[in-house]
């Protein structure tokens, strides 16, 4: 990769982490593009690390940015938790930046995305979670601006 000449050229790499599926997008702020990049199925916590692992080698993101699923009240339940604790992990595995984002509602607006995408229920199952990553970003980078 090319170094951008531009100190606020940042690619972020958006994580929408699951129980059985994570998806994820790619941001690129100097040209102002989000894309979705996959949904990755895994059996587990170590094999969606390995999954990031393997994003973060092929993307080569400057900093990650994570779901935070909070409650419709702004309160913390255990989802939320195990999100700060795997960014914490990840931090740690990749030595990137880690910001969490709230993530209410990116599933719905994923789910508005592909109403009239003449997509089958699999089709779109399998889709999903990587359009709330791109959704997810859009958010960040939106929030970054003001």
């Known amino acids: 990769r090319v170094p951008s ?5 940042v690619r972020y790499l958006a994580i929408d982490i699951g129980a ?5 997008a790619l ?6 593009l989000v894309q979705p990049l996959r949904v990755v199925e895994h059996p ?4 969606m690390l390995e999954a990031v692992d393997n994003a973060i080698a092929e993307q080569e993101p400057d900093a990650l940015v994570i779901g935070l699923p909070l409650n419709m009240d ?7 938790k195990s999100a700060r604790r795997i960014g914490e992990l990840l931090h740690e595995r990749s030595g990137l930046e880690v910001h969490l984002q709230d993530e209410r509602l990116t599933s719905f607006e994923a789910d508005a995305r592909m109403a009239r995408s003449g997509r089958t229920h699999q089709e779109k199952k399998r889709v999903r979670d990587a359009i709330a ?3 997810l970003l859009e958010d960040f980078l939106a929030s970054r601006e003001n």
């Open 5 to 9: 000449l531009r100190p606020d050229a």
């Open 44 to 47: 587990n916590e170590n094999a």
């Open 20 to 24: 059985r599926r994570t998806g994820f």
């Open 27 to 32: 941001g690129d702020v100097e040209l102002g």
């Open 74 to 80: 702004d309160t913390e339940g255990p989802a939320a």
């Open 133 to 135: 990553a791109a959704a």
